[in-house]
């Protein structure tokens, strides 16, 4: 629109040479800053249930779900995670500079050369830009991660947090495990009781709640261009950039179905569902 300028977005790639720095600036934007998305690059999945369409996975009992999660991600190890947090307005921490921040942490758990892996997958990710040498060489090692995020007041029971994701099973589960820095819990409420005491009650998920709104469907990519949100900075499968879109195609999303309309209701009210029966619906 004319006379008007649109934030400038910056992505703060984190290495093991500026992670305590970055996490200082997490902790203050933090004070102020209340709704979290994050979104996360892996090796995909590994092990697939035979004889189990993919199409069909999602119509599986949450515990069998759940079981395939699980095992996939104690096989393998996280590659990227993108952080952003957002202010009740909409606007992002820009620490009083021109810029507003997000994160996108590059962690050298994952040897490409070594570890298990999709190779597809991660041929699509080098293609996105990644560099798997300099991950190894100068990435940032998970338990110095997890230790840093366990002391940065984003986490716990009742914390003042509200957590955002798209599709995000995989995402919370791979979060989960390097937090707790061993493989995840055999059974499905173990689980759960872990992502609770971890994140909170307040935990959404755009996936699900655009399946109860009209015209919304597919990846994150089609609903935002189904919304008009346009990326602002970086490009898919970089988790930083994924994790901004997530924010704004939310605030968008919520802005047309659940603000109040002339009627003097919300559209679809009911299915804003919040906390652990968002996540269920994962599994």
């Known amino acids: ?16 040479h500026n992670l305590l720095k970055e ?11 209340r709704m979290v998305a994050f979104d996360t690059e892996f090796p995909v999945v590994v092990f697939s249930p035979m004889n189990i369409d993919k199409r069909e996975l999602g119509k599986l009992p949450s515990f069998l779900n ?16 993108g952080l952003a947090l957002c202010y009740d307005k909409g606007s992002l921490p820009n620490f009083g500079t021109k810029y507003q921040y997000a994160w996108e942490f590059n962690f ?12 597809e997958s991660i041929e699509l990710l080098k ?10 060489k100068e990435g940032v090692d998970s338990a110095d991660f997890a230790a840093l995020m366990l002391k940065s007041g984003l986490l716990g029971n009742h914390s003042a947090f ?9 995402d919370i589960a791979h ?6 820095r061993q493989s995840l819990p055999y059974d499905l409420v173990g689980y759960m009781n872990l992502v609770q005491c971890l994140l909170g009650k307040s935990l959404f998920d755009l996936k699900h709640m655009m ?11 089609t609903v935002a261009n189904r919304l008009g949100v346009e990326r602002v900075a970086g490009k898919s499968h970089q988790p930083g950039s994924d994790t901004l879109l997530t924010l704004q195609t939310l605030r968008k999303f919520l802005d047309v179905y659940f603000k109040e309309k002339n009627n003097g209701g919300l559209r679809h009210s009911g299915h804003l569902l919040t906390g652990m029966q968002c996540v269920l619906f994962f599994f």
Request: one cysteine or more; hydrophobic letters at 45%.
């Open 1 to 16: 629109m004319d006379g008007v300028s649109l934030p400038l977005i910056v992505v703060r790639q984190v290495w093991k």
């Open 23 to 33: 996490f200082d600036l997490i902790k203050v934007a933090g004070m102020t800053h």
């Open 66 to 81: 759940y079981n395939i999660i699980r095992d996939n991600v104690n096989a393998t190890k996280i590659i990227q995670l």
């Open 108 to 119: 050298r758990d994952f040897d490409v050369y070594n570890d298990i892996q999709n190779t």
């Open 127 to 136: 293609s996105q830009g990644i560099n798997f040498d300099k991950k190894l």
């Open 162 to 170: 509200a957590w955002v994701t798209f599709h995000g099973a995989y």
């Open 175 to 180: 979060l989960m495990k390097i937090l707790i």
């Open 211 to 221: 399946k109860f709104c009209d015209g919304l469907f597919w990846g994150l990519e």
